[in-house]
Structures are given as structure tokens and as C-alpha cells.
């Protein structure tokens, strides 16, 4: 039967994949600004913003610290921003989003696109196989689902198109910072 995910403990964290090899594989230090994940959620940078700052979703390979600093999300954040509109878009409360995330936020990639959400409206479910699907509509508490491994096919096509960035590598120096060092080093 499916998982109530309100009520569920989680799942023991797997790796973080690609799904399906057309991009390079990405690591804990690859991931895209902001901007490229919006237009790839189809949300805006506010939403984007304030889903950050409330801790609703927040970018796993590199936070925001600052004015002018660029916070990168992950391949699979960017899936759960597309899942997160969904479900708002579907009526769904932002209390029970919070309590789906909170369950699924151990599961890697490969497991996320094994998932269909399935909600009343009121709840949300984990079904992870079509006979769970059937059960759940059969029993008359699936009104709408979102199956995540379409939801993270559409984002992979979506960021085909757009460069990553390696956080690791990435140092900011303002054109001041170099201009002292030049001026420091002779």
C-alpha cells in the first residue's frame, strides 16, 4: 500500500545520479544559479527566493552568503522545486509539502524517479509501484499524482541547454581584491 509520507520516516540516503547519461555526471560540487533553475522549475527567482529563505527548498551544493553571491542548485533540487510548484499548483498546503519533503529529502535521484505522488488534496502519498497507484485511486483517496521520474526527465531536457558550475573551483574576486594583491605582491 502507499506510503502516507506525512507519517513516513524516510528512506536511507542513496547517490545522487544522473538519470539518464546525456549530461556529464554531477557531483556534490556541480549544480546551477539560480536563474537556470527557475526556468527549468518554471518558478520565479521570488519563489525561488523565498522557498530559500523560508527553508521550504533550499540549494544543496552552495547557499547564498551575501549580497551578490550566487547560491547553486542541484540537479535533484531541481526537481523537487518542479514536484514543490506541482503540488502547489494542485491546491495541495504548503504543511503538508513541507511534511512530503521532510520524508523524501534522504532519497537520491534514481529513487525519486521510481516515485508517484498521489494526493487528495489534503494528504499526500508515496506510491512506488502501479499497483500501489490502483489501490490508492480504487480506494478513492488519489485525486491527482506526479510521477517524479517524468517530473526529473523534463528538467534533465530543460538543463541540457544550460551550463553548470563548479562550486569547489569557484573563486569571486572583486576587481578591488585584485588590484590590492597586485599591488601587494610588488
Not at 113 to 138: F, H, N, R
Request: charged share 20%; proline share 4%; aromatic share 6%.
Amino acid at each position: 500500500m502507499a506510503n502516507d509520507l506525512a507519517g513516513s520516516t524516510g528512506a536511507p540516503s542513496r547517490s545522487q545520479g544522473i538519470l539518464f547519461g546525456s549530461q556529464p555526471p554531477l557531483d556534490a560540487y556541480t549544480g546551477y544559479r539560480g536563474p537556470i533553475a527557475c526556468k527549468a522549475a518554471g518558478i520565479t527567482y521570488r519563489q525561488l527566493d523565498y522557498w530559500d529563505r523560508t527553508g521550504l527548498v533550499s540549494p544543496s551544493v552552495r547557499s547564498a552568503t551575501g549580497s551578490g553571491s550566487q547560491r547553486l542548485y542541484s540537479f535533484r533540487d531541481i526537481i523537487v522545486l518542479k514536484v514543490v510548484k506541482r503540488l502547489l499548483s494542485a491546491g495541495v498546503s504548503l504543511q503538508q509539502i513541507r511534511k512530503a519533503l521532510d520524508a523524501l529529502k534522504n532519497r537520491g535521484v534514481d529513487d525519486l524517479a521510481q516515485i508517484t505522488l498521489m494526493s487528495d488534496g489534503a494528504s499526500v502519498y508515496e506510491c512506488v509501484s502501479p499497483d500501489e497507484v490502483v489501490d490508492l485511486i480504487q480506494g478513492g483517496q488519489g485525486v491527482f499524482g506526479i510521477a517524479v521520474g517524468k517530473v526529473s526527465r523534463e528538467v534533465e531536457t530543460e538543463l541540457a541547454s544550460f551550463p553548470s558550475e563548479q562550486a569547489r573551483h569557484m573563486v569571486v574576486v572583486d576587481e578591488l581584491a585584485a588590484h590590492r594583491a597586485r599591488k601587494n605582491a610588488g
